[in-house]
């Protein structure tokens, strides 16, 4: 069965590998990619993603601006020590469009109705809105995939907190008191490792040798 997933993310290298995984993957169909703030601003979230969906040949999938900084107020700062300048490593994407109005995420969920799985890899901000601003429709959605939180692990900004919930507590303790779909949380714990089985390395090398254009944009 095809999965169809609004894509929330801060759009940095972690968040890059997930997004390609899911295009090489058949029964994901990415519909739109929220990008906010948190391993780099937004504006470099948004040419990131502008970058990866023509790279990976997802034209035609939205790229949405989201939040620019978190609902505490305060300014945020960014992991370029761990993903790089621009969030991608060495790579500096061309210039890129800017990101569609948030507004498109009402249509989205208008269009999926009870068939949308959203997954968010970056600060919580984004999604919250969408709660507070759609809140008849998002509570339709089929379910979520969090990454968020430290349990049983010390933190990655502190010794008890993880970047995503630490970016925006206010937004993360919304989400997480939601009355609507199901959340799966995905914790520090659990994403600090992840096993890249020979048949899974065999894929990607195949797929790396199709010729694409990495350096520019229709």
Same mark, same amino acid.
């Given at each position: ?46 040419? &990131?993603?502008?970058? #990866?969906?023509?790279?990976?040949? #997802? ?31 060495s790579i500096v994407p061309p210039f890129a469009p800017e990101g569609q &109005? ?6 989205? $969920? ?16 984004? $999604?919250?809105?969408?709660?507070? #601003?759609?809140?008849? #429709? ?17 933190? &990655?900004? *502190? ?13 993360a303790d919304l989400i997480m008191r939601h009355d609507g779909g199901p ?8 994403? &600090?490792?992840?096993?890249? *089985?020979?048949?899974?390395s065999d894929s990607i090398n195949r797929v790396g040798k199709v010729p ?7």
């Open positions: 069965m095809i999965k169809n997933v609004l894509f929330f993310s801060d759009m940095g290298i972690d968040d890059a590998v997930a997004l390609m995984y899911a295009s090489f993957t058949k029964t994901i169909n990415i519909v739109g990619i929220v990008c906010s703030y948190g391993n780099v601003p937004v504006e470099d979230a948004v040419q &990131n993603a502008h970058f #990866l969906i023509h790279s990976l040949g #997802l034209n035609g999938v939205p790229v949405i601006k989201g939040a620019e900084r978190p609902m505490t107020g305060e300014i945020p700062t960014y992991s370029t020590q761990v993903h790089g300048t621009h969030g991608l490593g &109005n948030f507004g498109i995420v009402k249509s989205i $969920l208008e269009r999926y109705h009870g068939e949308l799985i959203i997954v968010d890899v970056g600060r919580l901000t984004s $999604l919250a809105m969408a709660m507070m #601003l759609y809140g008849d #429709l998002i509570k339709k959605v089929k379910g979520y995939y969090i990454m968020g939180g430290a349990f049983l692990v010390p933190g &990655n900004v *502190t010794p008890v907190a993880e970047a995503n919930f630490a970016g925006d507590p206010v937004a959340i799966s949380l995905f914790p520090l714990n659990v994403t &600090n490792k992840a096993i890249v *089985t020979p048949s899974m694409r254009c990495m350096t520019c944009f229709p």
